[in-house]
Structure formats: C-alpha cells, structure tokens
C-alpha cells in the first residue's frame, strides 16, 4: 500500500515532516529543544548558502538551498504554531498581502510602471508610507526606520546610506566619496602613528569601512557581494599559492613572506592571461 504522504502536496508534506520532527511524543529530541534564538543563525547561513549558490551558478544546489532556507521558514512557522502566535499559511497569507498591496499597478487601481527604476521608486515610496504609519503611534518616523541591526554589517550600512540618500543627504558624485575615503584613511593613519587607544582605532576604521561601502552604493554596486567575491578571490589565489609551494616541497611558514608574495603575483598574473 502506497504512503499516504506521497499523495499530498510538498509543501503540506514538509508542514507535516516539522510537525512530527518537533512532537513532544516520538519526535526528535534535537528539533524539539530548539528555539526561534538557536534557529536563526542557521536560517541566516542557509540565505548565504543560497548566494553562494547563485554566485557559482549550480542549479542543482540552488535547489538545494533553496529547500532548506524554506525548511528555515517552516521551522519558524511550527514553533510559532505551537505557542499559538501564526502558523506558515498566515505568513504566507501576510507575504501575498503585502506584495499584493505593493504592486499596485499590477493588482490595484494604479497605472502601470514603465520601467523597473520606477518600479523600485514606487516601491520605496510604499514602503515608507507603511513605515511611517508603523511609528506613527510610537515615535516620529525616521527616513532609517525599519532597518534592521541583525544584517549584516555592509548590508545594513548600504541600506542605511541609501535611506538616507533618498531624503537628500547623499553625495552627488562617487569621487567625492573617493576624497571621504581618503580623508578616513589619513584618519586611521594618524591614529596608528600616535599609538591611539583600540578603541580609537575601532573607531576610525569603522568610519573607514563605512565610507567604502558608500562607495560600493554610488557606483551601483552590493558591498556584500563585492567584499563576498573579493574573499572568494583571495581564497582562489591563496591555494595557488598553497599549490606551489606543495610542489616546491615547502609549507607557507617555511617558505616566508618575500617567496608566497612571488607567488601571489605569479597566481595573479595568471588570470589576467587568460
């Protein structure tokens, strides 16, 4: 006799799964004991394991991740069940809302967009209104409402430059931005020349990051990516490297600095041959 659960649908196949997984009677103990707090780095990993995805472009992990940052969704959504707060059809029902009620020249009364900067222009504008009327009965609205400290570091420092931009306070022209980072490069430089304090020194750096990362905004650029691929770059080249070395019958350690440089330029050189 066939399983009954072949027969339904994947997604209520996969409500079904976390919802035996996290039974009190014949569950299992490790899905049990967990949390909304012990679940969230693994729901932020897996969003990452979905980029890295796409970076690489292998579709067949894409799915992968896909699926488990899904599974992320469903966990959250079962917990939030079990104290009775929402379930996954009602974050569901919330995220047709809200894109229902954000596309309103597509479901609504409004004109269409003519092109995807619009769109995106339209799309702020809602959002905004929506924030606005969040914070109303709390606190005056700000431009950076609703920008969450939990992102990453570059991810919100973009977000929190391009609020502010849209309200004005932006640079006109990139190389200015070039001249800012200058000026905080000159800044960490003088601090490490008089020995300042570490946490001057946080201080001055985080300003310096900051500033390259709103340099990344200006020319249209995701400083997350970026710094994500300048990683994937050195790591690459490192092995390289590493190669080398190997072959050489040498470690990094024993080889030095002054040989692993030779090599590092040697490996640099070599993608710019091709």
Not at 229 to 243: D, I, M, Q, T, Y
């Amino acid at each position: 006799m066939p399983d009954d659960r072949s027969a339904m649908r994947p997604i209520d196949r996969l409500l079904a799964i976390m919802a035996r997984l996290r039974a009190k009677d014949g569950g299992c103990p490790w899905d049990v004991e967990q949390t909304y707090a012990t679940i969230a780095p693994h729901t932020i990993e897996e969003a990452y394991e979905v980029a890295e995805a796409i970076e690489q472009g292998d579709r067949a992990a894409l799915k992968d991740e896909l699926g488990d940052l899904l599974f992320q969704v469903v966990f959250h959504a079962q917990i939030a069940r079990e104290e009775g707060s929402f379930d996954f059809d009602a974050v569901a029902g919330a995220i047709a809302d809200k894109m229902e009620r954000r596309h309103p020249h597509v479901f609504g009364v409004a004109g269409p967009v003519a092109t995807a900067t619009l769109q995106v222009k339209a799309w702020e504008t809602q959002k905004a209104e929506e924030r606005a009327a969040k914070a109303k009965a709390e606190a005056p609205p700000s431009a950076l409402d609703g920008v969450g400290v939990a992102l990453p570091a570059l991810t919100r420092a973009q977000k929190l430059q391009a609020r502010a931009a849209r309200v004005g306070f932006d640079w006109p022209e990139a190389r200015q931005v070039l001249a800012k980072i200058e000026e905080e490069t000159q800044e960490v430089r003088a601090e490490i020349e008089t020995h300042g304090s570490s946490d001057r020194l946080d201080e001055e750096v985080g300003d310096l990051l900051f500033a390259v990362v709103n340099l990344a905004r200006k020319l249209g650029l995701d400083a997350e990516g970026a710094l994500r691929r300048g990683s994937r770059k050195f790591e690459l080249r490192f092995h390289k490297v590493e190669a080398a070395l190997a072959a050489q019958g040498r470690t990094p350690a024993e080889a030095g600095l002054e040989a692993m440089e030779e090599l590092w330029i040697a490996a640099k050189d070599s993608e710019s041959a091709k």
